[in-house]
């Protein structure tokens, strides 16, 4: 452990340029609470060999993968949001030129589309979802645009190339509705002009070939999987195949994930019911359904067990977890991550601490509170 001073100086350290963390495929998709690329970077490199497994069970968009494949390790990502592993997807699948020309011929194809629509000719087939309130969160025009995108998305036959546009599209959905913004759940009228949807993909689009590309040249050709799946049960991974865990739970009662990708979901059509049913310490259990911090750590505790079982012994997990309110009251995220990492066969060899008020975008600013801390615990696998 004698290197963790230099991850403590890598977390703490101010950007000296811009996209310093948002580098190659790292800005493909908005997600709540990413953790910088730096950190697993830093903790695969000390952990891990080339050829290792690295396993993150909270993947959110894949910030782990990308930096495992990048350093010629093998990774797993699980998450139970399907926005999260469309992403993860995307980030991590290396393009030949073929793949890029794929995406190149489809932009003028779905712009001559919408242009064809608004002179009132149909020259494609294409469905609008259907759910509550859709014309509060969507313009008319906007709903066509997305349409005629997504049918021509959903006639690629290259796997790699529909993730690929899929997360383009997934990413612009926020940015052409009515929702004030990615972290603020509300109407307002933003007067999205006519071909405004489309521009917003393409340009998406290119900046993600410009990105993708050169992520092909610089990384490895290690394996990247990927399940849509609830940490609590990792019953695809067998005992003892993973070299190091990177990740970071949810903090309890901080945000509610399936809100944050609620129009996404629904455009590409998966079932944000269950994700919300499932989601561990969404704000829409402790807050609106008034659940018991008890809750969140029991399954915490079984996801740990879970940790524990696949990961190999005297192996680590570097877990980063934030520090929570519930009624009123702080609720020390160390304090019981101690307790189930001695419930679950983990030793605490390290904890850095420091204050989320600078370093949390929540999803309403309520929420804030200048005595909660985040935690990065480093956990060695002691199991019998």
């Not at 989601?279 to 996801?303: A, P, Q, T, V, Y």
């Not at 609720?331 to 066969?345: E, H, R, V, W």
């Amino acid at each position: 452990m004698e290197n963790n001073k230099k991850i403590e100086d890598i977390i703490f350290e101010k950007s000296n340029g811009v996209g310093t963390t948002t580098y190659l495929t790292h800005n493909f998709h908005v997600y709540p609470a990413k953790f910088i690329p730096q950190l697993p970077h830093k903790t695969i490199l000390t952990f891990t060999k080339e050829g290792d497994v690295v396993l993150d069970p909270f993947c959110g968009c894949g910030t782990t993968l990308v930096e495992a494949k990048l350093l010629n390790r093998h990774s797993i990502g699980i998450d139970l949001n399907p926005i999260a592993i469309l992403a993860s997807k995307a980030k991590t699948n290396k393009f030949n030129d073929n793949d890029i020309n794929i995406v190149k011929e489809l932009i003028p194809k779905i712009e001559i589309d919408i242009y064809n629509h608004y002179k009132g000719i149909k020259t494609i087939n294409y469905d609008i979802p259907i759910f509550y309130n859709i014309y509060h969160w969507f313009q008319k025009n906007v709903l066509n645009e997305l349409g005629i995108i997504k049918a021509h998305i959903e006639n690629v036959r290259n796997d790699k190339v529909k993730y690929f546009m899929k997360t383009a599209f997934s990413s612009i959905i926020v940015i052409v509705s009515n929702q004030e913004s990615d972290t603020r759940y509300a109407a307002i009228n933003k007067n999205i002009e006519n071909y405004r949807t489309f521009n917003e993909f393409s340009k998406k689009i290119n900046d993600m070939l410009y990105r993708i590309a050169d992520f092909s040249k610089k990384a490895s050709d290690m394996r990247v999987e990927t399940y849509t799946e609830n940490s609590e049960n990792m019953h695809f991974l067998e005992d003892n195949t993973i070299d190091h865990i990177m990740t970071s739970p949810p903090y309890a009662n901080t945000y509610d994930y399936y809100l944050y990708h609620k129009f996404r979901m629904y455009w590409l059509g998966y079932d944000v019911k269950k994700v919300q049913k499932l989601e561990i310490g969404s704000r829409n259990r402790h807050s609106s359904k008034k659940e018991n911090i008890s809750i969140f750590i029991d399954s915490l505790e079984k996801c740990m067990t879970e940790m524990n079982r696949v990961l190999k012994r005297d192996k680590y997990a570097v877990v980063v977890i934030g520090d929570c309110v519930i009624k009123g009251d702080v609720i020390k995220a160390d304090d019981f991550m101690k307790d189930i990492s001695q419930k679950t066969g983990f030793e605490i060899v390290r904890k850095i601490s420091y204050n989320q008020k600078d370093n949390t975008k929540l999803f309403n600013p309520k929420f804030t509170n200048g005595d909660k801390l985040e935690h990065i615990l480093f956990l060695r696998n002691v199991k019998k």
